[in-house]
């Protein structure tokens, strides 16, 4: 029978979508019976920019359990619900099941006027099948590991700048599983909340359920992709991500060569003469925001060689991943990393043959070609013959590390590349990890600056490494560390998304600037590209001309006896 519904104050500011209340089996072995009721019970939804804050987690309908954010409606259509039927077995959880097709704009209220037989008990809870849906194809069980408690909605930097609970991580996997589930159409709507993820992985350090949200959001925007490519919609092939995402920016080489031009426009003055006549909003947006994100470009000197002894007692036998990116712009945070490896007694080797980690092209969906970079750089890295493959850039770092997973997710019948993708990411080590384990010689240099550590997101999240670049940065004489308020929230940067959201990227670098600027720092240090580059941006948009240098840098400096200079 239907539920009778009533509508009552209209809410604020309207997200989307909104979460709606949906009454669902429950495990059994998750939750203990509760008491029978047999009066009616009400269940106000009001649609505020935190619904699940307004529901209680569960409500009790003669042995019924409320979980209030289980079940996210698109669509604008009436809101109607409709009951399921109840089963028994005994000792155990009865349940009557409503699911909502859509609200409207106004407040809604379910009464529930018969309760549920006592006599009856629920059906034992299963995950439904694997379906063909997108998506369909994640282990269902991760899913359920999260438990809707909320904790995560204060690490997210969407949910703190939209206060839209789908654009919270908890919202977020309600959106996924409820279009794995069949009770929800893949709209644009709900690919905008997803789209705008950041995949920070802010919400996996908060989380006291361990929920792996990183292996929920990969997989599922690789599957969409995937179903976009088979509807001939795919959002990945246009010239955009073909020519410069896909055709120019793994290659560094590439990179190199066209970043030619801006170092003459740089050089001449005419970047700046550009801005300020606005000649470079003659450009597409995302070219004119490309040319804004490039940093001064440094010299980054000659080519590293394959090979750098170890200084003093040889400690460890090393390789280097140069990457991409890094190593177009940022070739001379990889010769102070090799320089410091040296100095702590490390045999340095760089692989020629080495590839792009993959990141650029698995995070915006491409997974086949990411895989195939990731068989490229197990088959190099094994060859070489090391202790560990050290890593300067956090991003990338997380991309390798998770290579085992990805094999796994992508082709989960080749067991054999599963573990040889396994084996190559066992081996990776972040250059700051790597160092705190092998017990750092500390650097005689003094350096009388006042410094600030920039967590990026893929270090201090998908790593879980915080304190080991802070130490390296202690053990140099004369550098005040300073801390900064919000550390772990997202700077806006993450890979390719500030040139694929610009709105929530330039909200998120203002935020990370504000709480930089707050500490009255000589010099900013940041562990990751994409978060230096993000930083500088936004600091010569702010007038400040404050240096942003990698933790390498200044340790570098400190081993050479030389000053930072701007």
Same mark, same amino acid.
């Given at each position: #029978?239907?539920?009778?519904?009533?509508?009552?104050?209209?809410?604020?500011?309207?997200?989307?979508? +909104?979460?709606?209340?949906?009454?669902?089996?429950?495990?059994? +072995?998750?939750?203990?019976?509760?008491?029978?009721?047999?009066?009616?019970? =009400?269940?106000?939804?009001?649609?505020?920019?935190?619904?699940?804050?307004?529901?209680?987690?569960?409500?009790? $309908?003669?042995?019924?359990?409320?979980?209030?954010?289980?079940?996210?409606?698109?669509?604008?259509?009436?809101?109607?619900?409709?009951?399921?039927?109840?089963?028994?077995v005994p000792n155990s959880l009865a349940f009557k099941e409503v699911v909502a097709e859509r609200v409207d704009e106004t407040v809604a209220a379910a009464v529930i006027s018969e309760p549920v037989p006592v006599a009856a008990v629920a059906l034992a /809870?299963?995950?439904?099948?694997?379906?063909? !849906?997108?998506?369909?194809?994640?282990? /269902?069980?991760?899913?359920?590991?999260?438990?809707?408690?909320?904790?995560?909605?204060?690490?997210?930097?969407?949910?703190?700048?939209?206060?839209?609970?789908?654009?919270?991580?908890?919202?977020?996997?309600?959106?996924?599983?409820?279009? =794995?589930?069949?009770?929800?159409?893949?709209?644009?709507?709900?690919?905008?909340?997803?789209?705008?993820?950041?995949?920070?992985?802010?919400?996996?350090?908060?989380?006291?359920?361990?929920?792996?949200?990183?292996?929920?959001?990969?997989? &599922?925007?690789?599957?969409?992709?995937?179903?976009?490519?088979?509807?001939?919609?795919?959002?990945?092939?246009?010239? &955009?991500?073909?020519?410069?995402?896909?055709? #120019?920016?793994?290659?560094?080489?590439?990179? !190199?060569?066209?970043?030619?031009?801006?170092?003459?426009?740089?050089?001449?003055?005419?970047?700046?003469? #550009?801005?300020?006549?606005?000649?470079? /909003?003659?450009?597409?947006?995302?070219?004119?925001?490309?040319?804004?994100?490039?940093?001064?470009?440094?010299?980054?000197?000659?080519?590293?060689?394959?090979?750098?002894?170890?200084?003093?007692?040889?400690?460890?036998?090393?390789?280097? &991943?140069?990457?991409?990116?890094?190593?177009?712009?940022?070739?001379?945070?990889?010769?102070?990393?090799?320089?410091?490896?040296?100095?702590?007694?490390?045999?340095? $080797?760089?692989?020629?043959?080495?590839?792009?980690?993959?990141?650029?092209? /698995?995070?915006?969906?491409?997974?086949?070609?990411?895989?195939?970079?990731?068989?490229?750089?197990?088959?190099?890295?094994?060859?070489?013959?090391?202790?560990?493959?050290?890593?300067?850039?956090?991003?990338?770092?997380?991309?390798?590390?998770?290579?085992?997973?990805?094999?796994?997710?992508?082709?989960?019948?080749?067991?054999?590349?599963?573990?040889?993708?396994?084996?190559?990411?066992?081996?990776?080590?972040? =250059?700051?990890?790597?160092?705190?384990?092998?017990?750092?010689?500390?650097?005689?240099?003094?350096?009388?600056?006042?410094?600030?550590?920039?967590?990026?997101?893929?270090?201090?999240?998908?790593?879980?490494?915080?304190?080991?670049?802070?130490?390296?940065?202690?053990?140099?004489?004369?550098?005040?560390?300073v801390p900064m308020n919000e550390p772990e929230i997202c700077c806006g940067a993450a890979g390719s998304y500030n040139l694929t959201e610009p709105d929530m990227a330039d909200r998120l670098q203002t935020r990370k600037i504000e709480n930089l600027l707050?500490?009255?720092?000589?010099?900013?240090?940041?562990?990751?590209?994409?978060?230096?580059?993000?930083?500088?941006?936004?600091?010569?948009?702010?007038?400040?001309?404050?240096? $942003?240098?990698?933790? #390498?840098?200044?340790?570098?400096?400190?081993?050479?006896?030389?000053?930072?200079?701007?």
């Amino acid at each position: #029978m239907a539920l009778p519904l009533e509508a009552s104050e209209t809410s604020p500011a309207k997200p989307f979508l +909104e979460p709606v209340a949906e009454l669902r089996p429950v495990e059994p +072995e998750r939750f203990d019976p509760v008491p029978v009721q047999s009066e009616p019970v =009400v269940v106000d939804t009001p649609m505020t920019a935190d619904p699940a804050a307004a529901l209680p987690v569960q409500t009790p $309908v003669a042995q019924t359990i409320v979980q209030p954010a289980d079940v996210i409606v698109a669509e604008d259509s009436p809101y109607t619900v409709e009951t399921a039927a109840v089963e028994t077995v005994p000792n155990s959880l009865a349940f009557k099941e409503v699911v909502a097709e859509r609200v409207d704009e106004t407040v809604a209220a379910a009464v529930i006027s018969e309760p549920v037989p006592v006599a009856a008990v629920a059906l034992a /809870y299963e995950p439904p099948p694997r379906s063909t !849906r997108v998506g369909g194809e994640i282990d /269902y069980e991760k899913f359920l590991d999260c438990v809707h408690c909320g904790l995560c909605t204060a690490a997210c930097p969407t949910y703190l700048e939209t206060g839209n609970e789908n654009n919270s991580p908890r919202g977020r996997i309600y959106l996924m599983r409820s279009v =794995v589930d069949g009770r929800l159409d893949l709209t644009p709507k709900v690919q905008q909340h997803l789209d705008l993820c950041l995949d920070c992985r802010a919400c996996e350090t908060a989380c006291p359920s361990g929920v792996q949200y990183g292996r929920l959001i990969e997989p &599922f925007r690789a599957s969409q992709r995937q179903a976009e490519a088979r509807d001939k919609k795919a959002k990945n092939t246009d010239l &955009f991500h073909r020519v410069i995402l896909y055709g #120019m920016f793994p290659y560094a080489s590439r990179l !190199r060569l066209a970043l030619v031009p801006a170092q003459l426009t740089q050089w001449l003055g005419l970047d700046w003469l #550009m801005e300020k006549t606005g000649l470079n /909003y003659l450009l597409p947006q995302r070219l004119r925001r490309m040319q804004q994100l490039l940093p001064k470009l440094k010299p980054g000197g000659a080519r590293l060689p394959e090979l750098l002894p170890a200084i003093g007692p040889k400690r460890a036998r090393v390789a280097l &991943f140069t990457g991409c990116v890094a190593d177009a712009v940022f070739r001379h945070a990889h010769w102070a990393t090799a320089r410091v490896l040296q100095q702590n007694g490390c045999e340095v $080797v760089i692989p020629r043959a080495q590839a792009c980690c993959g990141a650029i092209h /698995y995070h915006s969906g491409a997974d086949r070609p990411a895989l195939d970079l990731a068989r490229t750089n197990a088959r190099v890295f094994d060859a070489a013959d090391v202790d560990a493959v050290i890593v300067n850039v956090a991003g990338c770092g997380s991309m390798l590390k998770d290579y085992g997973h990805i094999a796994h997710e992508l082709e989960p019948q080749n067991h054999e590349q599963a573990a040889a993708l396994s084996k190559c990411a066992g081996k990776m080590k972040d =250059v700051s990890e790597f160092l705190a384990g092998l017990g750092v010689i500390a650097p005689k240099g003094e350096m009388k600056l006042r410094a600030v550590y920039q967590d990026a997101c893929h270090l201090a999240h998908a790593q879980q490494i915080r304190e080991q670049p802070r130490d390296l940065l202690s053990s140099i004489p004369g550098l005040e560390l300073v801390p900064m308020n919000e550390p772990e929230i997202c700077c806006g940067a993450a890979g390719s998304y500030n040139l694929t959201e610009p709105d929530m990227a330039d909200r998120l670098q203002t935020r990370k600037i504000e709480n930089l600027l707050a500490t009255k720092p000589d010099v900013i240090v940041s562990p990751n590209v994409g978060c230096s580059m993000q930083i500088q941006w936004g600091l010569k948009k702010a007038g400040r001309d404050i240096p $942003v240098v990698h933790p #390498m840098e200044l340790l570098d400096l400190s081993y050479r006896g030389e000053p930072l200079k701007k």
